[in-house]
């Protein structure tokens, strides 16, 4: 069975970047044949991304692109997540834990939580809840997650926000190392000042500390503090692989193979790396799969590689979550849809 568990709807900062790849996404869906950089393709592009920035992520224009790639990739469950740091009322969460306001880091962080937290968290859970039965009808499992920063010491604060709403799953992450957001471009020289053994000895304690919280059904991106390329020997790393993989087995928290790094950051590389994977399914942990997509041509990207890749290392079922309840699902009847199915 082909899953999609790690997908986002939207994700600021609002760049020129940003509008590239939405329009980008856009005109995947769409067949026409005009020629670009022409006086009216612009003006029409102009026009799509006003009326895509006039409907917003949570609306039904948007999701359709997603059930469009869902059916076009032959996935047959897909969990929409979205960041928690997008929504307003995790402020207090967030100010409290990452760095706002020192000179260097805390600065641009400033900037950068107040150009992406713009959203209520009650819009999206309407929006993915709304749209189940439909998705249904087509053949789709929908499923509502969110992927929640995770601090040490912020548990208490991070399950009263997650408490108020019934999701199917719940992702704990870690993007930031004593509140510096490490997979931040604008941030990455940061990484010269520490001493890179001792740096992911302490990042994966904070991994470990994620999954003994009891907070989380699964574990996002273990290893992705290798972003930039900064990571020490991997002979090194072995023991810190290995006790990482013990905790999320003794604590049943499963993990996914997430592409993001992959196609979108310099180390080219899926998390977890082939060596930190091998060790994880030697303790036994659960995966399921994932594209860290943050626009609907992207869902399910590389899927067919990840499932040969756990395939090959004898892994047979993978994880999916329905309210808040793991469920293995065999890995065969992988159907590869290749073409292009269009919604009326
Ligand atoms: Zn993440
Ligand atoms: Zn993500």
């Not at 399950?159 to 471009?185: C, Q």
Request: charged share 25%; proline share 3%.
């Amino acid at each position: 069975m082909k899953v999609d568990f790690h997908l986002h709807l939207e994700e600021g900062p609002y760049s020129m970047g940003f509008v590239e790849k939405t329009l980008k996404a856009m005109a995947y869906f769409e067949e026409s044949k005009e020629k670009t950089h022409t006086k009216e393709w612009l003006l029409d592009a102009i026009n799509r991304m006003q009326t895509r920035l006039k409907h917003g992520e949570f609306s039904k224009l948007w999701l359709d692109f997603y059930l469009q790639e869902a059916l076009n990739k032959g996935l047959k469950q897909v969990g929409i997540v979205d960041h928690l740091y997008r929504f307003k009322e995790t402020k207090a969460y967030f100010e409290k834990y990452i760095d706002l306001e020192s000179v260097e880091v805390g600065r641009k962080q400033a900037e950068w939580l107040e150009q992406v937290m713009v959203s209520e968290l009650h819009d999206f859970v309407n929006l993915i809840n709304s749209a189940k039965k439909e998705w249904a009808e087509k053949g789709v499992k929908l499923k509502l997650g969110i992927e929640a920063d995770y601090f040490v010491g912020g548990e208490q604060e991070l399950a009263a926000i997650l408490d108020k709403y019934e999701f199917d799953y719940i992702i704990g992450s870690v993007h930031f190392y004593n509140g510096w957001g490490f997979d931040n471009p604008d941030l990455q020289h940061k990484f010269n000042d520490f001493d890179l053994n001792e740096l992911y000895t302490n990042h994966f304690e904070t991994v470990k500390h994620a999954a003994a919280s009891g907070l989380f059904d699964f574990i996002a991106h273990l290893d992705n503090i290798k972003a930039f390329n900064h990571r020490p020997s991997e002979e090194n790393l072995l023991p810190l692989y290995q006790d990482v993989a013990a905790t999320l087995a003794r604590h049943d928290v499963a993990t996914e193979v997430n592409p993001g790094l992959y196609y979108r950051y310099p180390v080219k590389e899926m998390c977890p790396s082939p060596m930190f994977l091998k060790v994880l399914l030697q303790e036994g942990v659960k995966f399921t799969t994932s594209s860290d997509a943050h626009f609907p041509n992207d869902i399910g990207i590389y899927n067919d590689n990840i499932l040969e890749q756990l395939t090959e290392n004898g892994l047979t079922e993978i994880a999916t979550f329905s309210e808040r309840t793991r469920i293995m699902k065999s890995i065969e009847n992988n159907t590869k849809s290749r073409e292009i199915i269009h919604l009326e």
